[in-house]
């Protein structure tokens, strides 16, 4: 049968008024309309659910019997499609995410802030993992995308290159590049550099950049904020893309734009090929698209 909401309704108005018209009246139908809902609801189920006279209509024992169904089921289903509308309609729902460390704390907070302002019913869950790992987060269904550094479309992923960022040379102020408006890779290859482990995508854009020549290093972290914090030591240099200078924005830091052969970095939405997006992170999507290279363009011109 085709027990539907409207009904359940039908039913529950009869069961509670006792008038064919009174009951049409609180469901907004002609009577005539309502009584065919009532015919067809018995027809369905195979039993009269109210015995009719001319002055009365009274519920009969299988009547009473479906009304302590529907009084559970009424409720139950109303909040089922409510919960729906609230879905598709964008009041209620979860985006996953992975991202980089650099992006998570740096322009993506800014993002959300904006997204939970139109959308304040939905959750935003982000985890912040090196590139390698966001990657792995999508193929395992983790999250619904990352945000990740370059990388290769596959067989099970989709990748969408949404930003672009360069480099910068992060020194003290008084380091002798540190006047400089721009740097060539030639003016910095002679100085030891803070570097990050391998798994970094920063690492891995640079070695990529100046291969089969190799950085000098005299350090390594795993860390932006740390390597800032031995710039401010004293105890080198570094070398960052615009996403994470922000973590650089201690007394006494430069941050020198700098051309490399490769110059600029894919920052890339990843997301399985067989996914469905839910509405909510067809929502997050679209104001990334939106916003995420202007947002790295502004970030750019308040710090070079």
């Keep these: 049968m085709n027990l539907s909401l409207r009904h359940m309704k039908a039913f529950t108005a009869l069961a509670a008024l006792r008038s064919f018209t009174r009951a049409a009246e609180h469901c ?5 309309a309502f009584s065919a809902l009532i015919s067809n609801l018995e027809s369905d189920l195979g039993v009269k659910l ?31 499609l409510a919960e729906m ?3 598709v309609e964008r009041r209620k729902g979860r985006v996953a995410l992975a991202a980089l460390p650099s992006i998570s704390s740096g322009i993506l907070p800014g993002l959300i802030a904006r997204f939970t302002a139109d959308y304040p019913g939905i959750s935003v869950q982000v985890q912040d993992v090196a590139s390698t790992v966001c990657i792995d987060m999508v193929r395992n269904r983790q999250v619904d995308f990352a945000l990740c550094a370059a990388a290769y479309p596959s067989t099970d992923l989709d990748i969408e290159v949404l930003a672009r960022d360069t ?10 590049l540190a006047t400089r408006r721009r740097l060539s890779v030639q003016d910095v290859l002679d100085y030891p550099i803070i570097g990050f482990e391998s798994n970094s995508s920063i690492r891995q854009h ?5 291969y089969p020549r190799q950085w000098l290093r005299s350090h390594q972290v795993n860390s932006l904020s740390t390597a ?15 996403l994470a200078l922000f973590q650089f924005r201690l007394a006494g830091l430069k941050a020198v734009p700098l051309t490399l052969p490769i110059n600029e970095r894919d920052i890339c939405l990843a997301r399985r090929r067989d996914a469905t997006d839910s ?6 999507l679209a104001l990334l698209r939106e916003h995420l290279q202007p947002a790295v363009q502004a970030l750019a011109r308040t710090l070079d």
């Excluded at 907004?28 to 005539?32: A, D, H, P, R």
């Excluded at 509405?279 to 997050?284: D, I, R, S, T, V």
């Design 28 to 32: 907004c139908l002609t009577q005539s």
């Design 50 to 80: 109210f015995s009719r006279s001319t002055r009365n209509v009274e519920l009969t024992a299988e009547g009473e019997a479906f009304q302590n169904i529907i009084a559970h089921l009424l409720p139950e289903t109303e909040r089922a």
């Design 85 to 87: 509308r609230d879905h």
């Design 167 to 176: 480099f910068h040379f992060i020194c003290p102020a008084s380091h002798p």
């Design 206 to 210: 640079l070695d990529a950049a100046i």
């Design 228 to 242: 800032a914090g031995f710039i401010a030591a004293g105890l080198g240099v570094t070398i960052a893309p615009t």
């Design 279 to 284: 509405l909510a992170a067809q929502a997050f």
